[in-house]
């Protein structure tokens, strides 16, 4: 079975940091590549951050890039998400997603076939 779960959501100020993670099971963690997506209140669910499996290649949405940062432990099978400078556009429910993705589809919501259950963000002062 599956599963994807993510940890490490809160409420913080703007400015600050905040570290997500991911711990998964019953896939082969190191043949999949690895996302992040989000989905503000009102707002359609758009992407973050991807991986591909062996660490060597990440994407970045445009609004977090420089400020967020993905990584990938594929002998604990888990991926982070490291969120600097956070700001109040930051808040939303944060999903971790498993997929075969290459580079064209890294940031296709539809490459990725096994999702979490999401961890709140939440950026006010």
């Known amino acids: 079975q599956v599963q994807l779960l993510e940890s490490g959501g809160g409420l913080v100020q703007p400015g600050t940091s905040l570290r997500l993670s991911c711990a998964t099971s019953?896939?082969?963690?190191?043949?999949?590549?690895m996302g992040w997506f989000r989905q503000a209140p009102g707002k359609e669910r758009e992407f973050v951050a991807a991986?591909?499996?062996?660490?060597?290649?990440?994407s970045y949405a445009g609004s977090v890039k420089g400020r967020f940062t993905i990584s990938r432990d594929n002998s604990k099978n888990t991926v982070s998400l490291q969120m600097n400078m956070l700001k109040p556009e930051d808040t939303a429910v944060y999903y971790c997603?498993?997929?075969?993705?290459?580079?064209?589809?890294?940031?296709?919501?539809?490459?990725?076939?096994?999702w979490g259950q999401g961890t709140q963000v939440t950026v006010s002062s």
């Open positions: 997603a498993a997929g075969r993705i290459i580079t064209s589809t890294m940031s296709s919501q539809s490459a990725y076939p096994y």
């Open positions: 019953g896939f082969a963690f190191s043949g999949y590549g």
């Open positions: 991986i591909k499996p062996n660490g060597g290649s990440t």
